[in-house]
């Protein structure tokens, strides 16, 4: 494909919070045709021929464990992509997807392998919120429960699905939006990069329009500031330096509890304009079978096979500050213990119907 004259403005930032000693959180800004992170001039930059890439990494684990996490999640992401998508070959929307699919997964083994190998890591893991522009379309791939959104003409809508327990529950009808965000579970998720060999990564697509904004963000930003907040402020700064900024002081503001982090980019040039129907969102990439790159030499565990799509989560309402409590628990135990509440939630319905 060749270059789409796509131009962006960026801005990441992270942010300690106010109650953590230290940020497990990493962002990477890079360029997939040269293959570097350092591409931006003044804030700007402009989309190559094979893309560019935008991630979020939120981790977890004792000591600094969830800082290694994330930032070797980064690492391995990146270098995967270079590896088997920068060096060449198909330039096909499929193929970006599965590359970059491939990348997550090659994370999570990297990841799981430390762990097993440094036992005062074990536990350790990260979220991944992955955004590749290659085109006009963005080719997104989902861990955990960071984020992102796309703001057009001031509305938001996210693009990823949180992995975590309330959201299932919510989507079983067991619990209403309101009550998960008051749940003292609020913070476990079903999946994170490194706990176990195998993740299941969620794909999904949007194609994107001139004047759009892209926000990636840990959930110490997104538990702070509802989805309609986003909108309203990217409609009334306009400047990504300055909705970075905002955004994380907003979320300081209300207890920053946990580490803020935020990439924040906009897109220009040769695109076309939004259409007025404002329909836009989560959408599933449906990839086909697809063999390794060649010569790539990653062995990577056989992917999981998908379960359900989940219906759109809307971010956490409450204004007060959240009490700083940590992710926990391993993603298999995780999923067990909220099949066994669905279970009993579903015997108590049966019993009073």
């Known amino acids: 494909m060749s270059e789409a004259g796509v131009e962006l403005e960026v801005c990441a930032r992270t942010d300690l919070g106010r109650t953590r000693d230290h940020n497990e959180d990493t962002f990477l800004v890079a360029d997939l045709t040269r293959g ?8 700007r ?3 190559g021929p094979r ?3 935008f991630l979020v990494a939120d981790g977890m684990g004792g000591a600094a464990a969830g800082e290694i996490a994330s930032a070797m999640a980064a690492e391995a992401i990146f270098d995967h992509l270079r590896k088997s998508w920068t060096a060449g070959g198909s330039d096909s929307s499929d193929e970006f997807t599965l590359r970059i699919r491939e990348a997550v997964e090659a994370a999570n083994d990297r990841i799981h392998r ?4 440094h036992p005062d890591s074990r536990g350790m893991g990260t979220t991944a919120t992955v955004a590749g522009v290659f085109g006009d379309r963005l080719h997104l791939a989902q861990v955990g429960d960071s984020r992102a959104y796309l703001v057009r003409r001031g509305h938001a809508a996210q693009l990823t699905r949180d992995q975590s327990l309330m959201q299932r529950l919510i989507d079983a009808g067991e619990l209403t939006e309101e009550q998960a965000a008051q749940s003292e579970r609020r913070n476990i998720i079903l999946q994170a990069l490194g706990p176990d060999a195998r993740i299941r990564v969620d794909v999904s697509f949007q194609d994107v329009a001139r004047g759009d904004t892209l926000i990636i963000c840990s959930d110490g930003l997104s538990g ?12 009334e700064l306009g400047d990504v330096e300055r ?4 955004l994380i002081a907003l979320a300081r503001r209300r207890g920053g509890p946990d580490n803020i982090t935020a990439v924040v980019v906009r897109f220009g040039g040769q695109l076309p304009e939004a259409a007025a129907d404002l329909h836009f969102g989560y959408q599933p990439y ?4 697809a063999e390794p790159a060649a010569g790539l030499p990653v062995a990577l565990p056989p992917a999981p096979e998908p379960d359900e799509a989940l219906p759109e989560p809307t971010p956490i309402e409450d204004d007060a500050p959240t009490p700083p409590t940590r992710r926990s628990g391993s993603p298999v135990a995780v999923a067990a ?9 579903l015997a108590i319905f049966l019993f009073f119907a």
């Open 243 to 246: 909705i970075c900024e905002r």
């Open 114 to 117: 430390y762990a097993l190998e």
């Open 51 to 53: 893309g560019s890439l």
């Open 45 to 47: 930059a402009r989309v």
């Open 36 to 43: 570097t992170t350092d591409f931006i001039e003044n804030g």
């Open 286 to 289: 449906a990839l086909p079978e």
């Open 224 to 235: 702070q500031v509802k989805r309609e907040e986003l909108g309203a402020l990217v409609a």
């Open 337 to 345: 213990v909220g099949v066994l509440l669905l279970l009993i939630l």
